[in-house]
């Protein structure tokens, strides 16, 4: 499923899904360890974990990240506010570039693989055009590549 992005009464949501042929526990293995999360997202974003590793995942775990947007270097804090292994966890932004940020990762598994889902609900300084013209385009970049990532991790038949 392409990445979709529609705007809500207040704010965005994104959402978008990939099936990956491996069982629900390791595909949630994978994203339950932090460092997973460079190989998963664009290089020219330069991201990087400042939170001194390992980072035990659980609820109200905090990660601090550090990346560039547009050669601009930004400070991202994520607070982990649920955590069901092998089924679903919420990050969300505490600091960092948008005005709120609630991702939801969900894991099905299903007689195929695993059914992984992101739902993203945020707010962008600047309201509807900063979205239309930079956020939104960057965002399905971003999940552009990390779902072709994953699929390199994840090989499909």
Known sequence: ??????RQDRGYLLECELLLLRPAEEVFGFFADATNLEAITPPQLRFEILTPLPIEMSKGAIIDQRLRLHGIPLRWRSEITAWEPHQRFVDEQRRGPYRWWI???????????TLARDRVQYGVPGGAMVNALLVARD??????????????IFPVE
Request: net charge negative.
């Open 103 to 113: 991702h939801e990762h969900t894991f099905e598994e299903t007689d195929d693989g």
């Open 1 to 6: 499923m392409p990445v979709t992005i529609h």
């Open 139 to 152: 965002l399905r970049r971003i999940f552009d590549y990390r779902s072709r990532a994953l699929r390199g």
